[in-house]
Nanobody
Framework: QVQLVESGGGLVQAGGSLRLSCVVS????????MAWFRQAPGKEREFVAA????????YYADSARGRFTISRDNAGNMVYLQMNSLKPEDTAVYYC?????????????????WGQGTQVTVPS
């Protein structure tokens, strides 16, 4: 059974940093693209960042570009999201996702497997 488990969320003051991790088990995902999405209360799930199967291509939402960095470790079936200069509007549940495609997508339905999410809270 495929399982994605996120970790690293928490409460951090504005301007601070967090590093989210996601470990994938059940099969090898080193040929699949991976991504992070987030969902704030009362809002739709939105794309944050994606990374191609090799890690050579990355994609960011405008809100994340310049502050967040996505990376992956294929040997460990891991994907990371380094978040710097956090803002209150970054408060959300963050989800890890995997698609069978080799290149990432910004569209949630394109992803085949999802984690349960990890809460990030940045008080205003």
């Amino acid at each position: 059974q495929v399982q994605l488990v996120e970790s690293g969320g928490g409460l951090v003051q504005a301007g601070g940093s967090l590093r989210l991790s996601c470990v994938v088990s059940g099969r090898t995902f080193n040929t699949f693209a991976m991504a992070w999405f987030r969902q704030a209360p009362g809002k739709e799930r939105e794309f944050v960042a994606a990374i191609s199967w090799s890690g050579s291509s990355t994609y960011y939402a405008d809100s994340a570009r310049g502050r967040f960095t996505i990376s992956r470790d294929n040997a460990g079936n891991m994907v990371y999201l380094q978040m710097n200069s956090l803002k209150p509007e970054d408060t959300a549940v963050y989800y890890c996702a995997v698609t069978r495609e080799t290149v990432g997508s910004t569209i949630a339905p394109d992803y085949d497997w999802w984690g349960q999410g990890t809460q990030v809270t940045v008080p205003s």
